[in-house]
């Protein structure tokens, strides 16, 4: 990871968007908040394709056959991720009570979100087994605190990579936990600046061995390589739309 690289794409990224037009900056985030919700609920088993999430979402209109369940993991998750977006436009720190609320967005009409679980979990196919409720209850109360410290440990993409790789390791969801934990790492990407990131769908084989890693054995190495390369390709998808409009000017030093 070339750390100093994507904080100086970070600054470039920053000083410029707002030359950006609006029209090309509002579709391009629409679209990218489609492909994000279709991803995200597509790792955990939604059968929607990018078409009908894109029907659905930006339309209103119900795709027969599907349940749903399904349906409303895809509003909802895009109804969190706004959220989400408005907190950090509000300059508010992420929280339990800002995760809670995320997972309580994300389960809407589906059961009640943001209580944590009182059952033993298992992960299918995984090596980690997540910790039983009393130490569940003794691990997340562990994140939090670490949350407050963690930015003088590690660079902000670690950060990221960490909060999301902790708190999925931690488990204290009875379901929705990998989409919670995409979205407060992308919370801390764009709370410090970055762009937000989707994984796709047909990486997660290579997203779960990376969590994997951590969990088992404690290497964010990994996932924070995966995180800073999908960081680094968004940056730069932003970067080439400043560059139409900085070449009537100043072209960006890329």
């Given amino acids: 990871m070339n750390y100093t690289e994507l904080l100086r794409k970070r600054d470039l990224y920053q000083s410029g968007r707002s030359s950006i037009p609006e029209l090309t900056l509002q579709s391009y985030e629409q679209a ?20 009908e999430t894109k029907v ?12 749903l369940r399904e349906v409303y993991e895809l509003v909802n998750h895009q109804k969190a991720y706004r959220y989400v977006k408005d907190c950090i436009a509000k ?49 997340v109360k562990d994140f939090y605190g670490d949350l407050t ?13 960490w909060t999301h790789a902790e708190f999925v390791k931690i488990h204290p969801f009875p379901d929705g936990n990998g989409r919670t934990s995409r979205l407060i ?13 989707s994984i796709a769908k047909e990486n997660r084989l290579a997203y779960f061995n990376a969590l994997e890693a951590y969990a088992v054995g404690g290497d964010l190495t990994l996932f924070a390589d995966m995180v800073a390369e999908l960081v680094e390709q968004q940056l730069d998808l932003y970067l080439g739309l400043l560059a139409p409009v900085q070449g009537r000017g100043q072209e960006p030093s890329i």
Avoid at 62 to 67: A, E, F, L, Q, R
Avoid at 185 to 197: D, K, S, V, W
Wanted: glycine fraction near 10%; charge should be negative; charged fraction near 20%.
């Fill in 32 to 51: 990218f908040e489609i492909e994000y919700t279709h991803n995200s609920t597509a790792i955990e088993g939604n059968t929607l394709t990018l078409i």
């Fill in 56 to 67: 659905l979402l930006e339309d209103g209109i119900t795709i027969g056959g599907k349940s």
């Fill in 91 to 139: 300059g508010l720190l992420l929280d339990e009570k800002r995760i809670k609320d995320i997972h309580a967005l994300l389960m809407e009409n589906i059961f009640t979100g943001g209580i944590y679980r009182s059952v033993d979990v298992y992960i299918s196919g995984a090596q980690h087994t997540p910790p039983s409720p009393n130490e569940m209850y003794r691990q």
């Fill in 149 to 161: 410290w963690k930015g003088k440990e590690l660079n902000l993409i670690e950060l990221a990579a």
């Fill in 185 to 197: 790492m992308n919370y801390q990407l764009m709370a410090n600046g970055f762009p937000a990131i």
